[in-house]
């Protein structure tokens, strides 16, 4: 093999090994998609049942505005040291 018959295949096995994780992460975002929305709907079941009960959730809500918020900035780590 020439040294350029071998950058192109290297080039290729990049290409390769790209496309290959797009297509797993896509596919991964499907999935947690479909997770949120069952979270979603088991959140409504529980919004409705309260509501049923006679809870009132928007007052509460309103309720926890008024309250003195306490400020919690995250730190985002690097993507780096998260899979390390």
């Known amino acids: 093999m020439t040294k ?4 192109e295949a290297s ?9 290959g994780a797009l297509s797993t992460l896509a ?3 499907q999935e947690m998609f ?5 979270v979603e709907q088991l959140m409504q079941m529980h919004v409705k049942a309260l509501k049923e009960l006679g809870v ?17 900035k995250v730190k985002q780590k690097p993507i780096d040291d998260i899979l390390k």
């Open 4 to 7: 350029k018959e071998t950058s």
């Open 11 to 19: 080039k290729d096995e990049q290409i390769g090994f790209h496309k």
């Open 27 to 29: 596919k991964e975002r």
């Open 56 to 72: 009132d959730l928007a007052e509460q809500a309103k309720q926890i505005e008024k309250e003195p918020k306490e400020v919690k």
């Open 34 to 38: 479909k997770i949120l929305q069952i």
